[in-house]
């Protein structure tokens, strides 16, 4: 069982970037088995899967079309974590952000989650 | 992508009651599809994979069903520390969840 710790502000601007990270332990960012995903959950919008990054021999990325033009996923392997970064927000992006490790498809490890509002 | 519906969005049950929950594809999933207990203030957590494999430390009164588009989350008697929402979600193709079913006491 890994242990996902996030970091990142909980208030964030409009049109600006949304940044956060999550430090892995436990596993490893570069594990062949598992993904890493970040998902969101507001009352609007539900639980929503937002992206991943996984290596299987090389990095892969993969997006939801809602934030795909907004979106980018990072992995580093020195620090043993991996980070979203959303440009542009708006108020609806207010939402709870969680990362998560997905192994067989199943999201067994949760980071705690991170409330950011997007307000000025 | 593929839409994921849950039914009832609530329902108001009593301790011991048997509840059921169901969860429709828009598409056939096969068995790519889990269950999820989530409470306030805290990240969902894995209850079913694989549409009936229980999760190592989840009691045997949950259990799940169904293959395709339609699957079901069953408890066998309620108790209280079930009362919370449960989503469904689906692994066929990325990852996508359905609105959630509130169980509340009666």
């Known amino acids: 069982q890994a242990q996902l710790q996030q970091s990142g502000p909980g208030l964030v601007k409009p049109s600006q970037t949304l940044s956060l990270t999550c430090a892995i332990s436990?596993?490893?960012?570069?594990?062949?088995?598992?993904?890493w995903n970040w998902i969101r959950q507001s009352p609007s919008r539900g639980l929503e899967w937002l992206g991943r990054?996984?290596?299987?021999?090389?990095?892969?990325?993969d997006y939801a079309e809602s934030v795909k033009s907004r979106i980018t996923i990072n992995s580093d392997t020195s620090k043993n974590q991996f980070s979203l970064q959303l440009n542009s927000v708006t108020p609806e992006d207010t939402a709870v952000y969680y990362c998560?490790?997905?192994?067989?498809?199943?999201?067994?490890?949760w980071g705690q989650g991170t409330l950011v509002t997007v307000s000025s | 992508d593929i839409q994921m519906t849950q039914s009832p969005s609530s329902l108001s049950a009593s301790i011991g009651d048997r509840v059921t929950i169901t969860c429709r594809a828009s598409?056939?999933?096969?068995?790519?599809l889990n269950w999820y207990q989530q409470k306030p203030g805290k990240a969902p957590k894995l209850l079913i994979y694989?549409?009936?494999s229980l999760e190592s430390g989840v009691p045997s009164r949950f259990s799940g069903s169904g293959s395709g588009t339609d699957f079901t989350l069953a408890i066998s008697s309620l108790q209280p520390e079930d009362f919370a929402t449960y989503f469904c979600?689906?692994?066929?193709?990325?990852?996508?969840f359905g609105g959630g079913t509130k169980v509340e006491i009666k």
């Open positions: 990054t996984y290596y299987r021999s090389k990095w892969h990325n």
């Open positions: 694989a549409a009936s």
């Open positions: 979600q689906q692994s066929y193709s990325t990852v996508t």
């Open positions: 998560v490790r997905v192994d067989s498809g199943c999201l067994r490890d």
């Open positions: 436990g596993d490893s960012v570069s594990s062949n088995s598992a993904a």
């Open positions: 598409q056939s999933v096969s068995s790519y």
